[in-house]
């Protein structure tokens, strides 16, 4: 079922490319609003410089974006800058960090794992995709042949078996230990695991699973698909360990007592059609709605109604206002093809009731995320609504990790951002070539 192989990694070598902090990054997709040139300012060789690279006007079909992370990766690679792992390895991460005052540590096996369509039932997505990202993934994988950024992928173990198979390769100093300049507050540590006995040990462990859940890296995970049928189409003969039917994932137990959801937030701006007034009076025919003193007592009023679905808070240039769901038919009525656990979400309510029913922005401008910004911190969010009355901010909670289980579990696809997995999985630890030749 679940075919997971060591590899060996291409790794930074501290001795040519200096200190991992200034190597590593966040996810592509995480790379804006200023984050790529402090990276590039960090050091010459950042693994943003192939993951998300600056974009020029010249650019053209022979100098681009991609063609230069292909060169990055081959330079590097030939000064030493990048080196492969001597034997295949698994990799143990764990990643420690504090949250509202508790110490936690979330655990990971880093490993290549071999695809599979999701009619399969081995992996499965729990939220929406759209065709740009994929796109430009491909592009990049197209021309270099290798996966850079972990998804981030978490797989039933009630018991947390393979967890405890791997713990006795942190009984030394982890290999890597460093904070990434983004989520400076996190600690990454990783083991290199070269062990043969203990690899095929929770290769075996991991084998008979299936209805593993992609918690973050949707986009890559179809663009590796579609990048495989391409090369087999190419390489009709290659085996079936061919380096190309595999991905780079970080696996995490759905157990694991380190999994922390955090919610979305949404701001919607340039917004016309309504005033404040307006809305909470439509919304008002579906909620009760109870104007408050501010953000202290609105976070406080989320945190006391946790679980109970259909709370949001609505920050408007009028005030701050708490709203909770009282005419749940409205749902059946708006989704009548979805199933209940789909309806109870907090995300579908927000969606299909508040954004499209109540203020009138259709399912195709939030599909395109037109006029709509996603917020894990809600601050930028509060200081647009300050100023601008065009602007509203939706507070939500978080979704829960049993209610993606059981929309996975029959195939309902969650609305986009519908989860927040805190920390992000870094990018830059280990490089998976997946190059036409390469076997796993």
Known sequence: MAKIKPFKGIRYNPEQAGDIATLIS????????????????????????????KEFESDHAGSN????????????????VLKYEEKP????????????GEQITRKAMVTALELAKFEEGIVLPHERTHDGPKMDRLNLTRATEAYYGNLFILYPDAENKVDSLLEKATQRDPDIDVTELFEKDVR????????EALIKAVQAEMAPKKGLIIADGHHRYETAIAYR????????????NAAFNYLLVSLVSTSNPGLVILPTHRLIFDYKKMDAEAILAKAGEYFKIEKLNGRVELESRMKSRL?????????????????????????????????????????????????????????????????????????????????????FLFIVNATRMDQISDCTAIDEVMPQKSTDFYPKI????AVLDVGSEERL
């Not at 870094?426 to 630890?429: E, H, P, Q, R, Y």
Request: aromatic residues 10%.
């Open 307 to 391: 679980g109970q679905k259909g709370c949001f808070g609505l920050i408007a240039n009028s005030g701050v206002y708490a709203l909770e769901l009282e005419v749940d038919a409205i749902m059946d009525t708006l989704s009548p093809d979805r199933a209940d656990i789909w309806r109870a979400l907090d995300a579908s309510i927000l969606h299909k009731l508040l954004l499209e029913h109540v203020l009138g922005i259709s399912a195709e401008k939030i599909d395109a995320k037109e006029g709509i910004e996603y917020l894990r911190e809600p601050d930028r969010g509060y200081e647009r609504v300050a100023e601008d009355k065009k602007a």
């Open 426 to 429: 870094v990018t830059g630890l």
């Open 188 to 195: 990454q540590k990783l083991w290199v695991v070269t062990d």
């Open 26 to 53: 966040q996810p592509y997709d995480r790379v804006r609003h200023g984050l790529q040139d402090k990276y590039y300012d960090m050091n010459d060789y950042n693994v943003v410089r192939m993951i998300k690279g």
């Open 65 to 80: 974006v991609y063609t230069r992370a292909q060169a990055f990766l081959s330079e590097w690679l030939a000064k030493g």
């Open 89 to 100: 390895a698994l990799y143990v991460y764990h990643q420690d960090f504090e949250l509202n």
């Open 229 to 240: 049928e391409e090369m087999r189409a190419k390489f009709p003969d290659a085996p079936a």
